[in-house]
């Protein structure tokens, strides 16, 4: 499992220097962070010498190299991909989580969400042809929008259930119990979890589009208005990626770091500093043209990954240590 696991990653390092992307290699410690108040993360100190003039600081271990990425790519507007460790605190153990973990992150540049589901739907093929492990061909993957999967498998309208503020009634038509004061955000967390999640073990590879925007990303809000351009891949019933079309407008940046942040304050394990200078990426240069460019990201748990890849149920078949 040793070699069929640095084979796979050295497939997908093969797979995107043949793309002409460029494989950073970035810290994994960052003096701040982007706030994401669904998730927690570990706190380190960075100690200077008995004597030193300079005072002792905090530092993060980063549950994502995004931080890093995008100021680079902010610089130099060229596509990239990194596969490096992450960390996040605070989950549960089992036999899909680990503390520590691999990440497979890419960013396309002049590229959309859908561009990046092309990108990755070739990735995905192209390592099952080299591991041959697992079967799987084109007309197998499939794909479904959120409200189409919450129609299908939760027997509701998502959109209307919000316009109408029914959304609590369908989660107790559906056997669950809401606790009172339930947000529309936790509301959709806990139906997609115990409706629309079970589900989608009956798909081989499935890629769900078009998140609604109520849910709190750095995604492109989409025409509509009602959804983002984003969407989430499954194997097996297993997530394995998460992409944006990335938002580039710096008040909606600058905004959620705002909300984010709050909501962290109230509610973290461990709460850390964020980069309260990162909207400025977004901001236009002086011909009025967005400094950032137009691009998409995925992160993908390269863990996860190789699990599918190989057909193993449990995330410590594929490392030979684990916390």
Same mark, same amino acid.
């Given at each position: 499992m040793?070699?069929?696991?640095a084979?796979i =990653?050295?497939?997908i390092?093969?797979?995107?220097?043949?793309?002409?992307y460029?494989? =950073? /290699?970035?810290?994994?410690?960052? !003096?701040? %962070? &982007?706030?994401?108040?669904?998730?927690e @993360?570990f706190q380190t *100190?960075?100690?200077?010498?008995?004597?030193?003039k300079k005072e002792?600081?905090?530092?993060w271990?980063i549950p994502?190299?995004?931080?890093?990425m995008?100021?680079?790519?902010?610089?130099?507007?060229?596509?990239v991909?990194q596969?490096?460790?992450?960390?996040?605190n605070g989950?549960s153990?089992?036999?899909?989580? +680990?503390?520590?973990?691999?990440?497979l992150e890419?960013?396309?540049?002049k590229?959309d969400?859908?561009d990046?589901?092309?990108?990755?739907?070739? %990735?995905?093929?192209?390592?099952?042809?080299?591991t041959?492990?697992?079967k799987? +061909?084109r007309?197998q993957?499939?794909? &479904?929008?959120?409200?189409d999967?919450?129609s299908?498998?939760a027997g509701f /309208?998502?959109?209307?259930?919000?316009?109408?503020g029914?959304? *609590?009634?369908?989660?107790?038509r559906?056997? =669950?119990d809401p =606790?009172?004061?339930t947000t529309?955000h936790?509301l959709?967390d806990?139906?997609?979890i115990?409706? @629309?999640e079970?589900? %989608?073990?009956t798909?081989?590879?499935?890629f769900?589009?078009?998140? $609604?925007a109520?849910v !709190?990303?750095?995604?492109?809000?989409s $025409?509509n #208005?009602?959804? @983002?351009?984003?969407? *989430?891949?499954y194997?097996? #019933? &297993?997530?394995l990626?998460?992409c944006?079309?990335e938002?580039?407008d $710096?008040?909606r940046?600058? *905004?959620f770091?705002i909300?984010?942040e709050?909501?962290?304050?109230?509610?973290?394990?461990v709460?850390?500093?964020a980069?309260?200078?990162y909207?400025k990426?977004?901001?236009n240069?002086k011909? #009025?043209?967005?400094k950032f !460019?137009?691009?998409s990201?995925?992160?993908? #748990?390269?863990?996860?990954?190789?699990?599918a890849?190989?057909?193993?149920?449990?995330?410590?078949?594929?490392?030979e240590t684990?916390?």
């Amino acid at each position: 499992m040793l070699q069929t696991r640095a084979f796979i =990653l050295k497939q997908i390092r093969f797979f995107f220097d043949n793309k002409d992307y460029l494989e =950073l /290699d970035t810290p994994l410690l960052s !003096p701040d %962070l &982007i706030p994401e108040s669904c998730l927690e @993360v570990f706190q380190t *100190e960075r100690l200077f010498p008995k004597g030193s003039k300079k005072e002792n600081r905090p530092l993060w271990l980063i549950p994502s190299p995004e931080i890093w990425m995008k100021k680079i790519i902010a610089s130099h507007n060229v596509n990239v991909f990194q596969i490096c460790k992450c960390f996040r605190n605070g989950e549960s153990s089992g036999h899909l989580h +680990n503390s520590e973990f691999t990440m497979l992150e890419y960013y396309t540049m002049k590229a959309d969400y859908m561009d990046s589901l092309a990108l990755t739907e070739e %990735l995905f093929l192209f390592l099952t042809e080299k591991t041959e492990y697992i079967k799987i +061909n084109r007309e197998q993957i499939k794909k &479904i929008t959120i409200a189409d999967a919450f129609s299908r498998w939760a027997g509701f /309208d998502l959109f209307a259930a919000v316009t109408e503020g029914t959304m *609590e009634k369908e989660a107790r038509r559906l056997g =669950l119990d809401p =606790l009172p004061n339930t947000t529309i955000h936790e509301l959709y967390d806990l139906i997609f979890i115990h409706a @629309v999640e079970p589900h %989608l073990k009956t798909e081989k590879l499935i890629f769900l589009l078009d998140y $609604p925007a109520f849910v !709190p990303c750095l995604a492109k809000l989409s $025409p509509n #208005g009602k959804t @983002v351009e984003r969407w *989430e891949l499954y194997y097996n #019933g &297993i997530e394995l990626a998460n992409c944006y079309s990335e938002e580039t407008d $710096p008040q909606r940046i600058k *905004e959620f770091f705002i909300s984010e942040e709050a909501a962290k304050e109230k509610s973290a394990i461990v709460k850390h500093k964020a980069d309260h200078n990162y909207w400025k990426l977004f901001e236009n240069d002086k011909n #009025g043209v967005c400094k950032f !460019p137009k691009c998409s990201g995925v992160a993908m #748990g390269a863990d996860r990954l190789i699990m599918a890849l190989t057909g193993k149920s449990c995330i410590d078949m594929i490392l030979e240590t684990s916390l």
